[in-house]
C-alpha cells in the first residue's frame, strides 16, 4: 500500500494505515507546521516531508489521505468557505489527479456539508471515483468527546484495473479490498451519501482504552511546547476513527 499524506499534521492517518496495512509504505508527507514536523520525522525518519502543498507534485500512490484545512468552514472562524486563502481543496485535487491514487480518504469539519462538499464530491467524480460521505464522531469509537467530523471515502474504478490486484494482495488481512462497483459505493448520484455513526453504548469488540486527558489548564506552568502541543492535537484527526474506515476498505464493506 503506497500511501501519500497531505496536511499530515502529526500523522494520524499514517498511524491507522500501518495499523491495517502490512505492507504499509508512506512515499511522503506534506505539512508546513514545524512543530508537527517534528513529530512526523520523530517518528518516520525516512519519510520525506513536504512543507508547500503548492509546490508538491503528484507521485504514484494507491491511497491520498488528507485532512485539508478546516478554517474556512469552522464555526469558529469567519467560514469564509471557498472565498478563504486558506481553502487549499483544490490543491488537494491537483495531487490526486496528478498520483492517480486508487483510494482517497479526506476528512473535515461538518461546517463544510452547506457550503463545499458537494463541489468537493463534484471534483472526486468528475476524476472518475465512485464517493461517500460519513459524519463520524470521535465518540464513535469511545473517545470520551464528541468531535463530530465528516469522512469523504472515495475509490477510482480505473485505479482499481490497473492496480488493484497488487493493492488486494497487500491488504488481505480479513478480506479483499473493495472496489467501486460495491452496493455502498454513491456511484455517482446526484445527492451524496452521508451517513452518521452513533456512539456506541459500550462493550464492543472495538472498544479501546482511552487516556485521560491531559491537565494542561490556563494557569499550568512547566509543560514543553505546551500551544505547539495543543494545537497540533486539536487540529489532529482521530486516528481510530480512520482506522475503522481502512478496517471497512480491507473487508469489502465500503
Known sequence: MRHLDL?????GFALAASRVWPHHEIVGFCEK????????????????????????????????????????FSTAGKQRGTSDD??????MLRIIRESQPTWVVGENVPGIIGMALDQ??????????????????ACGVDAPHRRDRVWIVANSQHNWDRRGQQL???GKEKG?????????????????????????????ENRRDWKPEPPVGRV?????K???????????????VAEQIFRAIVSNSI
Open 33 to 72: 507546521d514545524k512543530y508537527c514536523q517534528q513529530i512526523l520525522a520523530k517518528h518516520w525518519p525516512d519519510v520525506p516531508i513536504h512543507e508547500d502543498i503548492y509546490e508538491l507534485k503528484g507521485q504514484p500512490a494507491d491511497l491520498v489521505t488528507g485532512g485539508f484545512p478546516c478554517q474556512p
Open 168 to 170: 488486494k494482495e497487500s
Open 120 to 137: 468537493v464530491l463534484i471534483d472526486l467524480e468528475m476524476e472518475g471515483y465512485a464517493c461517500q460521505c460519513f459524519v463520524i464522531p
Open 7 to 11: 496536511f499530515s499534521g502529526i500523522g
Open 226 to 240: 505546551r500551544v505547539d502541543r495543543l494545537r497540533a492535537l486539536g487540529n489532529a484527526i482521530v486516528p481510530q
Open 176 to 204: 479483499d479490498v473493495a472496489n467501486a462497483q460495491s452496493q455502498s459505493s454513491n456511484g455517482g448520484d446526484d445527492q451524496p451519501r452521508r451517513e452518521e455513526s452513533k456512539p456506541r453504548d459500550g462493550g464492543s
Open 220 to 224: 499550568a506552568h512547566g509543560i514543553p
Open 86 to 91: 486558506r481553502y487549499l481543496w483544490p490543491e
